[in-house]
């Protein structure tokens, strides 16, 4: 599995000592708040089995702190392989500083040089203001306005689509 390394961050595949990380991730309401409902744990505990054998999927941190920051995971589509879904989180600590950009940066890159996808899709509440600030700064450009597409905790929101193609960054 492969590591990416950045100016500041070290993106590493996830470890069975990251459990807890993640599970605190996934509990913390003002982050799950645009992503989904707060899962039980057991459904927690099958999603981070995924993500360790995820062949894509990675923990942040900085080269100077094994503290995690957050998670950014690519899934490429198996029946169109050269295409890539990714999402990510970054804890609240962290906002702000330009870590959620240049991970995304940073797992683009690797998208289209090391795994040979062409396009890589990202989807975004239209209220996670801070994301969409993150997903065109990063060169994405919004492809398509899903009205009230999705439902967290009986609340319908509306879903943006957002693309960056290879070389459009």
Sequence with gaps: MATITTPRLLLTPFEPSDWAFFRSLREDRDIMRFMASIASEKETRRVFAARLTAQHTFVIRTHDDDTPLGDIGLHVSAEFREEADIGYTVIPQAQGRG???????????????????KA???????????????????????????????????VKYDDWA???????A
């Design 99 to 117: 870590i959620a950009s240049e991970a995304l940066r940073a797992v683009c890159d690797y998208a289209f040089n090391q795994v040979g996808v």
């Design 120 to 154: 890589v899709n990202a989807y975004v509440l239209a209220d996670n203001v801070g994301s969409v600030r993150v997903l065109e700064k990063t060169g994405f450009a919004r492809t398509q306005v899903l009205e009230k597409a999705y439902e967290i905790d009986g």
């Design 162 to 168: 957002y693309r960056l193609e290879c070389g459009a």
